[in-house]
């Protein structure tokens, strides 16, 4: 293919792209967030069934959202080397693969070993999904795009809850962890609007292992007290042991999984903490929400009822985030999330002690549309700062930070909830957002003195 004909390639996608793209994209990211939202609200029937404490069940939606986080930047680098619609279709099928897995798991140790592959198929969903919507819509129309998929995906795992709450009454906790064997019928119709060309660079697998190693040392690590100190120092000699690890390969492998010029962008890193904090307080209170209205009498159907104003505003976030967007910059946006998600931690630590309702949707409520804010932003952020060669692996990194936030509030909820009770773990993971405030604090600073 000519110079010209690659430069001409973005605005072919953007003119042939249909305006129902970005919605099937969101309904794909949707059932892979199903893989949690939907599962967490059987955990107390999965942990029964399979002689688990509630605290141990916690496992299956930390693994999988370790997974999921891990394996992002592995697809981003798989879309630079081969395309995007090779690795997006493995990737659903193994999601859909693990989902049936799940389901016919005989003991725990299985079903999180199918927990394992369905996170890591489905992981291909936010890095590709994104990317496939970045490439077709170039220019002012991104990110009110982008925005149409965060919201639809938000709205489809917020009515996790209640599908959950359903499937189980009517056919079981298996049927819930089969769920996202769905997605398998969206790809057809995503099939032609997939870009098939890929730069042919070269797949670092050790990179891509030394960075899956050390961010699931920090999520075991979170985990451990619901499970014993040999967790514990597992999990502690992965993220003490793969820091220096990582970095010393870098220097090593300065185009390999972990690209120097990416992970060395102040604006790539800084972006990735803040946004981090959001999918942190959505897991947190995706199992605790659940957990503690189902501890005061509610049935799963209930608390997936009550959840129905968050999935509402996942559909209204897209109208609020484009504009938004444009107006503030993706910075500030990236900052409204994440302070958005310290007061709704803050709101449903008091809802958890008090046992209220109300006070438990409307903080889920609250990081719905911090959540249909954040992921638009932190894309917006990352792909204008990266060139367009190393934009795939650049989003995949990106959305590799903002998962593994996913699974630090999984985590934390999950191994410290039975030990410090509910109320105070929450309280506890208000300290994500804040660092994540004080690490984009220098580029609020320059957006602001340079609107001033």
Request: with cysteine; proline share 6%.
């Amino acid at each position: 293919m000519t110079r010209a004909a690659t430069r001409l390639r973005p605005l072919m996608y953007a003119t042939r792209s249909p305006a129902h793209l970005p919605v099937l994209v969101g309904l794909l990211f949707g059932l892979a967030g199903l893989g949690s939202s939907s599962a967490a609200i059987a955990l107390p029937a999965l942990a029964e069934d399979l002689g688990v404490s509630t605290g141990v069940s916690a496992w299956a939606i930390s693994l999988y959202v370790l997974m999921l986080a891990v394996m992002t930047a592995l697809y981003g680098r798989l879309s630079d080397l081969v395309g995007q619609r090779l690795p997006l279709v493995a990737g659903v099928s193994l999601m859909a693969l693990g989902a049936l897995a799940g389901a016919l798991s005989p003991d725990f140790g299985v079903l999180l070993a199918a927990r394992l592959l369905q996170g890591a198929g489905a992981a291909a969903v936010p890095t590709l999904g994104v990317a496939i919507v970045s490439a077709r819509f170039p220019g002012a129309g991104r990110g009110a795009a982008l925005g149409t998929v965060a919201g639809m995906a938000a709205a489809l795992s917020c009515l996790g809850p209640l599908a959950g709450g359903v499937v189980e009454g009517l056919l079981g906790w298996r049927a819930v962890v089969a769920l996202p064997v769905l997605g398998l019928l969206v790809l057809p119709l995503l099939w032609r609007h997939v870009p098939t060309d890929g730069s042919g660079a070269r797949l670092d697998l050790v990179g891509a292992v030394l960075v899956a190693g050390t961010a699931g040392g920090v999520v075991l690590l979170v985990q451990s007290p619901s499970t014993g100190p040999a967790v514990a120092v597992i999990g502690a000699v992965l993220a003490v042991a793969g820091i220096p690890a990582v970095s010393a390969w870098v220097r090593r492998r300065p185009h390999g999984f972990l690209p120097a010029e990416v992970i060395r962008n102040a604006t790539v890193v800084r972006s990735a903490l803040a946004a981090g904090a959001v999918p942190a307080v959505w897991f947190a209170l995706l199992i605790a929400v659940p957990a503690v209205l189902v501890a005061d009498g509610w049935e799963p159907w209930h608390v997936g009822v009550a959840l129905l104003p968050s999935a509402a505003t996942g559909l209204l976030a897209p109208r609020l985030a484009g504009p938004l967007l444009e107006r503030v910059g993706a910075t500030r946006a990236l900052g409204l999330a994440a302070t958005v998600s310290a007061v709704a931690l803050l709101v449903s630590a008091l809802g958890a002690a008090v046992t209220s309702a109300t006070l438990l949707v409307a903080a889920v409520v609250a990081v719905t549309f911090a959540f249909g804010l954040g992921q638009p932003a932190l894309t917006a952020a990352v792909g204008d700062a990266v060139d367009d060669d190393v934009r795939g692996v650049a989003l995949g990194i990106a959305t590799l930070f903002f998962l593994v936030g996913g699974g630090v509030g999984s985590a934390v909820v999950g191994g410290l909830g039975d030990v410090l009770g509910m109320a105070p773990s929450l309280a506890l993971l208000t300290v994500l957002p804040v660092l994540g405030l004080v690490a984009l604090w220098p580029q609020l600073r320059v957006s602001q003195s340079t609107e001033g």
